[in-house]
């Protein structure tokens, strides 16, 4: 008995969860808000779920919160946030590096969903920009292409193969230059958005 005891209270303490109930477009879902402290990784996440009529619930989207993963000298941190505006769910996630981790991502992505008249999900875009490693520390793939022009066929093929792994691993069309900027300001913009909301609560 004791030892059911500890192991409910080690579960409550890796993972802690709230439901809330909303309407979007005359569809009900129901969002889970959890939290997680797992070895060196901690943080909370929002998972969609979409009320079907026998009451089951079917998920359908998750976006992660905050996640801090990794020591005081080398943190990798993803922060996020999501707006809710008539029919449109809007996904913000950023991504940085602390101290010496040069070998996790920095970026941004945006991705806009519609619910449908008859509760479906629509992805309307999903935009991205990623460095997978800190700049200078990755000589091997297209990566670097990113900061100087490739200059032949090979390397063009290197920033190609890039961009597309990047595309197929973080799920989004890949942004340049300036909108690349703009894509990180916006979602720099949405999380300050987002703090703001939670401390006039």
């Not at 920095?106 to 990623?130: C, H, N, P, R, W």
């Amino acid at each position: 008995m004791k030892q059911i005891f500890i192991l409910a209270l080690v579960m409550s303490w890796l993972f802690s969860e709230s439901m809330e109930s909303l309407t979007i477009n005359d569809q009900k879902f129901s969002l889970e808000k959890g939290s997680y402290n797992i070895y060196d990784s901690k943080g909370s996440y929002v998972k969609f779920y979409r009320v079907e009529s026998n009451k089951t619930l079917t998920p359908v989207l998750r976006l992660t919160l905050n996640d801090t993963t990794g020591s005081c000298e080398s943190k990798s941190l993803e922060n996020g946030a999501y707006e809710i505006d008539g029919a449109t769910i809007t996904f913000y996630t950023l991504w940085e590096r602390k101290g010496r981790a040069y070998f996790d991502p920095f970026g941004a992505k945006i991705q806009k969903y519609k619910v449908t008249s008859d509760g479906k999900l629509e992805e309307l875009s999903s935009m991205l920009y990623i460095e997978k490693t800190k700049r200078d520390y990755d000589d091997e793939s297209g990566m670097r292409y990113l900061f100087q022009k490739a200059k032949n066929e090979i390397e063009k093929e290197q920033f190609y193969a890039y961009v597309k792994e990047v595309e197929s691993e973080y799920g989004g069309k890949f942004v340049f230059a300036n909108e690349s900027l703009e894509l990180i300001n916006r979602v720099e913009v949405a999380l300050k958005r987002k703090l703001r909301l939670m401390w006039s609560q």
